[in-house]
């Protein structure tokens, strides 16, 4: 952001030649906000993921016009700009920022300040990048037009510019929700901002831009599409794959208890890379077939697959369900090391341990424990999941949780934050994780 309107600034000093006519700006009609009775935890969260700026290089953005601007205030405005000024988009389309930037305090603050749940509050130090992770929806913002007059101060006495800055600026935003649940863009929806900063400042133009952008921002609750998204109205509706029949080769429920046979587990569980990211994964049959959340491959056919021992093979992608977020994966080796699949649900409070690679490849194997706390039903598309206390971080997804005797009996999906949640971990049930993906067991031989 900042480097963008640097360049704008050096523009606008520049006197860059065009006209001394005030820019016509679009008038933005002021409609009610709708109001959202709903407590903020019974909402759904919403995350800014990127904003862009999709203008096209040269284009003329703003004025300084010789007759100055309506309602801003300056001593001598464009005093030394009478010999035409503009402003140019210079740097076509760019990225301005995300929720870690100025951009994102702004839109958390409006969208936070009218009761809505958006996650990466710039007050949380340390979780603010998990909370954004969980969120059920993204929030993509792309810049159409930008429009402005500005009034450059100069000193009443002698002429010379003061570096301040007073002005109105127009911002036309297209809106992007995408849903972390269906993997796709649910609703596409524009709003525009306007505003007036009446008094000469030397960060004048971009605190206007600001200002634009969090009244945009807030226009967000004028649609009743966004609003009966962030009340939990909108049912989740996914077309499912359709996925050929697949036999593997179970082994049978173990009854020994996993701390006595780690050795034969651990090796089990493997690593999912996937370009700069990583997931985890894990062996269900000798002929080397891999579960993992779909999220973990995206779109991809193929995938790097590590081993416990640091063996490093490539996968083909056989099958996915956006809808229940898992994978099937095939890697070209046979092992006698995979992991019994228990289909029956655990019931709290039963010990439970997860197994994967936490946020850095070289912690692969990483064990943590918990009990099961619940098993919950999303309303909005009747998934279930088990909820455990048992640990897990970015990159655990994909990877196994296993009953207390190492039997599968879940796969690792999402941790939910919050500043009061901890221990707030979710699972697919791997009964419907098999049946999504159309997975079969053949008669146990062993």
């Known amino acids: 952001m900042k480097r963008v309107f640097v360049a704008v600034a050096i523009l606008a000093l520049a006197g860059a030649c065009n006209t001394t006519s005030r820019l016509d700006i679009p008038v933005v009609e002021q409609n009610d906000l709708i109001e959202i009775e709903e407590a903020t935890e019974r909402q759904a969260s919403f995350a800014l993921s990127k904003v862009i700026a999709n203008i096209k290089r040269g284009t003329t953005i703003g004025h300084y016009p010789a007759e100055g601007v309506e309602g801003a205030e300056g001593h001598l405005c464009n005093y030394r700009h009478q010999s035409k000024s503009t402003i140019e988009w210079g740097t076509g389309t760019s990225v301005l920022g995300n929720w870690s930037t100025e951009l994102g305090e702004i839109f958390h603050q409006a969208l936070s300040s009218k009761g809505l749940n958006i996650s990466g509050s710039p007050k949380d130090l340390f979780g603010r990048g998990e909370a954004v992770a969980s969120a059920e929806y993204l929030i993509g913002a792309r810049i159409t037009e930008i429009k402005s007059n500005f009034c450059e101060a ?6 010379r510019p003061l570096n301040e800055y ?20 649910i609703l596409t929806t524009s709003t525009r901002g306007y505003y007036l900063q009446v008094k000469p400042k030397r960060q004048g133009i971009i605190l206007a831009f600001h200002e634009a952008f969090a009244i945009a921002s807030e226009n967000l609750l004028t649609s ?5 998204i962030a009340r939990g109205k909108v049912q989740v509706e996914v077309a499912e794959q359709s996925n050929p029949v697949r036999y593997f080769s179970a082994k049978e429920l173990s009854s020994r208890r996993l701390e006595n046979r780690v050795d034969r587990i651990l090796p089990s569980v493997v690593t999912v890379r996937i370009g700069l990211g990583h997931g985890s994964g894990f062996v269900i049959s000798e002929d080397g077939l891999v579960l993992t959340n779909q999220h973990v491959v995206g779109q991809s ?9 640091g063996v490093e093979v490539e996968g083909a992608v056989l099958a996915i369900s956006e809808a229940r977020d898992v994978s099937l994966i095939k890697i070209p080796l046979r092992t006698p090391l995979y992991l019994p699949v228990r289909t029956t649900r655990p019931s709290p409070p039963e010990r439970v341990y997860v197994i994967g690679t936490p946020v850095r490849e070289n912690l692969q194997s990483t064990v943590t424990t918990g009990v099961v706390s619940a098993i919950r039903v999303d309303p909005r598309t009747n998934l279930s999941f088990i909820q455990s206390d048992a640990a897990i971080s970015p990159g655990n997804s994909g990877g196994p949780l296993l ?15 919050g500043r009061y949640a901890e221990g707030l971990n979710l699972f697919i049930p791997i009964d419907e994780a098999l049946e999504a993906l159309n997975l079969k067991p053949k008669p146990s031989v062993s």
Not at 166 to 185: A, M, P, Y
Not at 403 to 417: A, L, M, R, W
């Open 154 to 159: 100069h000193h009443w006495w002698d002429g």
């Open 166 to 185: 007073s002005g109105e600026v127009f911002i036309d935003v297209e809106w992007t929700i995408f849903s972390t649940i269906q993997q796709r863009e």
């Open 224 to 228: 009743m599409e966004f609003v009966d």
């Open 301 to 309: 056919n193929r995938v790097s697959i590590i081993l416990n021992n």
């Open 403 to 417: 009953d207390e005797n190492g039997n599968v009996i879940g796969i690792s999906v999402q941790k939910v934050v």
